[in-house]
């Protein structure tokens, strides 16, 4: 199978307080951390996804914005963020896609193989540690229709385009689920990240 990794960057990170993707993850930024993840899982292609092209990241990454959708005036969310990706990934005849958003630095490459290994009879495959963690998933590149369809529709929860599709739960440890939406989060998954847990 075909992979496209796409981590999505274009959020507004109002919660954060400042970009998010740039905050301090020991000796790299969140978004770098990501990144090195996913060259890590030996992937066809990778993006990162919205917001402005950045400059610092391994040359293998292109930016995909979000305009590449061609819709008038989309308001910005993850679920355009994951159509972005999709419509990349389709565009350049790959089969799936790995989504992961900006926030999830500690995703391990060992999940990201085991999300793309369960497209083989799902539609879409999402992390799970109590709960489904829609941050980090991986979804077949034929999907796009629907999900395009829905974003025309007004919808704009990811979990709830995925309701009409085959969804399989691919367990996570609570360390690679952890999201990072404040500064307090950060400052535990920094404690993580640096062997703490």
């Not at 060259?39 to 400059?55: C, E, F, N, P, Q």
């Not at 034929?142 to 385009?161: F, K, M, P, Q, W």
Request: hydrophobic share 45%; net charge negative; charged share 20%.
């Amino acid at each position: 199978m075909n992979v496209l990794g796409a981590v999505l960057v274009g959020g507004a990170s109002s919660r954060f307080g400042s970009d998010k993707s740039l905050a301090r993850l020991g000796d790299r930024n969140m978004l770098g951390a990501v990144c090195d993840t996913l060259i890590a899982a030996d992937l066809r292609a990778l993006v990162y996804v919205g917001g402005t092209a950045r400059v610092g990241l391994p040359p293998v990454f292109e930016h995909v914005p979000d305009d590449i959708v061609e819709l008038e005036g989309p308001e910005r969310s993850s679920l355009l963020g994951v159509l972005a990706a999709l419509t990349h990934a389709h565009a350049t005849r790959l089969d799936a896609a790995v989504v992961l958003g900006c926030d999830v630095p500690l995703v391990t490459t060992d999940t990201i193989r085991r999300l793309i290994a369960s497209l083989e009879e799902s539609d879409i495959a999402v992390a799970e540690h109590q709960g489904r963690h829609w941050s980090i998933m991986a979804l077949r590149t034929e999907v796009i229709g629907h999900v395009r369809a829905s974003y025309l529709a007004g919808e704009r929860a990811v979990h709830r385009v995925a309701e009409a599709l085959r969804v399989t739960d691919v367990p996570c440890s609570q360390t690679e689920c952890a999201n990072v939406n404040d500064v307090a989060t950060l400052r535990n998954i920094t404690y993580m990240h640096a062997g703490g847990v």
